[in-house]
């Protein structure tokens, strides 16, 4: 039989794993499975066999033979948590930041997600499009290979399906693995009292979004000048009535109340997690909710770094994502979201690889299927430029290590059509 595509002398084959594992947690965290010397068969857009080249028989035959000597392969990224459907980016918000203005003083004034609301109301859908569609293809050059994307730059009923209809195409439209978010509660808008728009999120925009099929999950952002956990519980809990699974934006600027209240909700993920205490800590402890950690915003908006460290000493487990977005993270980097995790937050490559691959495949519900090299896994993986390690990717920091992308057992070109 003839294969689809062979990658041979691979130098390491990361994330080896003879079954689908749920999570990593605690201590087993620093356990990151690599084959040396390994060869990988696809077939059929997934992962057929792999093992060491010794071990190749002579007798395989493909359609396209890769030699990948010197170089890892590794299994997709999978990001967790991005807003990568926007308008407009906002430079200006970052020159006011870097003059001293914080975060909250910017969303009090007007700015920060009511300025991308002003922005994605008077794009169509097909532009919304056209602008989001580059940034997918961006990530997926940097060894991205699902992805869960976000509502909440709508803020009225049509906006929010409008977003979500366009992250929905964005699947159909790229390789990437896709799953979507509602966050109609991500901030209240101008003209609305904030009882009202809960109401508007509550009666309109989940039966429709519902209706549609166009999201998995629901969230809030749960934070002091936003939403209260209250708030939170009464929106999530209209979600979940529609099948939505809660994931919630937790302790970005405070101990908001968050995590007690995703916890509580059952959220598969609680996301941010700069502000957390031991609380906090012993709450997640009793739970299935997944710690996810953003380095990304915390270096954008100089916050305090969430405490991986003392998160995964205390045997759970943690999650890393970019929450790729216009005002706090303009970056779908994954390899930097693991120098970041590695540098600020005194995480371990290994650590911070099983954040970013099998443990945010458990938020997303992909365990069985992607985020390891896995028999009968879809074939979503990258082959690295010649590198030394697997330190070596958040060691070189900014410097995208990705040389050849395949997403469902198929090369990407490497310059695509954008
Ligand atoms: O995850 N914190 C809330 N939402 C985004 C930022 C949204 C924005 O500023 O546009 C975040 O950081
Ligand atoms: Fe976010």
Same mark, same amino acid.
């Given at each position: 039989m003839v294969y689809d595509i062979l990658i041979t002398h691979i130098k390491g084959l990361v994330q080896v794993r003879n079954q689908s594992l749920h999570k990593v947690a605690g201590k087993e965290m620093a356990n990151l499975p690599i084959l040396e010397d390994a060869f990988?068969?696809? +077939?059929?857009?997934?992962?057929h066999s792999f093992g060491l080249m010794k071990e190749l028989p002579s007798s395989v035959n493909a359609h396209t033979t890769i030699d990948a000597t010197g170089r890892f392969v590794f299994p997709s990224f999978v990001d967790s948590h991005t807003h990568l459907v926007y308008a407009a980016p906002r430079e200006e918000e970052f020159v006011m930041k870097i003059k001293g203005a914080t975060y909250e003083e910017i969303a009090a004034r007007g700015g920060g997600?009511?300025?991308? $609301?002003?922005?994605?109301?008077?794009? +169509?859908?097909?532009?919304?499009?056209?602008?989001?569609?580059p940034r997918a293809w961006e990530i997926i050059?940097? @060894?991205?290979?699902?992805?869960?994307?976000k509502s909440g730059y709508g803020l009225t009923t049509k906006d929010e399906l409008?977003?979500?209809?366009?992250? !929905? !195409?964005i699947g159909?439209?790229?390789?990437?693995?896709?799953?979507?978010t509602f966050l109609g509660a991500h901030a209240v808008p101008k003209n609305k009292s904030k009882d009202q728009y809960i109401s508007e999120v509550i009666?309109?925009?989940?039966?429709?979004?519902?209706?549609?099929?166009?999201?998995?999950?629901?969230?809030?952002?749960?934070?002091?000048?936003?939403?209260?956990?209250?708030?939170?519980?009464?929106?999530?809990? $209209?979600?979940?009535?529609? @099948?939505?699974?809660? !994931? %919630?934006?937790?302790?970005?600027?405070?101990? +908001?109340?968050?995590?007690?209240?995703?916890?509580?909700? @059952?959220?598969?993920?609680?996301?941010?997690?700069?502000?957390?205490?031991?609380?906090?800590?012993?709450?997640?402890?009793?739970?299935?909710?997944?710690?996810?950690?953003?380095?990304? $915003?915390?270096?954008?908006?100089?916050?305090?770094?969430?405490p991986a460290r003392k998160i995964i000493d205390a045997g759970l487990p943690l999650a890393i994502a970019s929450d790729y977005n216009p005002g706090s993270a303009p970056s779908g980097n994954m390899p930097l979201m693991l120098s970041?995790?590695? %540098?600020?937050? !005194?995480?371990?490559?290994?650590?911070? %690889?099983?954040? $970013?691959?099998?443990?945010?495949?458990?938020?997303?519900?992909?365990s069985q299927t992607h @985020?390891?090299?896995?028999?009968?896994?879809?074939?979503?993986?990258?082959?690295?430029?010649?590198?030394?390690?697997?330190?070596?990717?958040?060691? +070189?920091?900014?410097?995208?290590?990705?040389?050849?992308?395949?997403l469902n057992g198929k090369l990407i070109p490497t310059k695509s059509a954008w």
């Open positions: 990988l068969i696809i +077939s059929q857009g997934l992962i997600i009511l300025n991308s $609301a002003k922005k994605l109301q008077t794009l +169509s859908e097909e532009e919304l499009l056209d602008v989001s569609l050059h940097m @060894g991205t290979g699902a992805v869960e994307i409008k977003m979500l209809r366009v992250a !929905r !195409r159909i439209e790229t390789p990437l693995t896709l799953k979507t009666h309109e925009m989940i039966p429709a979004v519902a209706e549609e099929k166009l999201a998995d999950y629901i969230d809030v952002f749960c934070e002091t000048g936003f939403f209260t956990p209250a708030e939170t519980e009464l929106i999530v809990e $209209a979600g979940k009535e529609f @099948g939505l699974i809660p !994931r %919630i934006h937790a302790n970005q600027l405070s101990r +908001s109340g968050g995590v007690q209240v995703g916890v509580k909700t @059952g959220a598969i993920s609680v996301d941010h997690l700069e502000n957390l205490g031991d609380e906090e800590i012993d709450i997640l402890k009793e739970s299935e909710t997944m710690p996810t950690s953003l380095p990304g $915003a915390a270096f954008f908006l100089n916050l305090p770094f969430t970041l995790a590695c %540098i600020k937050m !005194r995480i371990t490559p290994e650590e911070a %690889i099983n954040a $970013a691959t099998i443990n945010t495949c458990y938020t997303l519900g992909l @985020g390891s090299v896995t028999e009968g896994k879809v074939a979503n993986l990258f082959i690295t430029n010649p590198i030394s390690s697997v330190a070596s990717i958040p060691y +070189s920091f900014g410097i995208n290590p990705v040389s050849r992308v395949i």
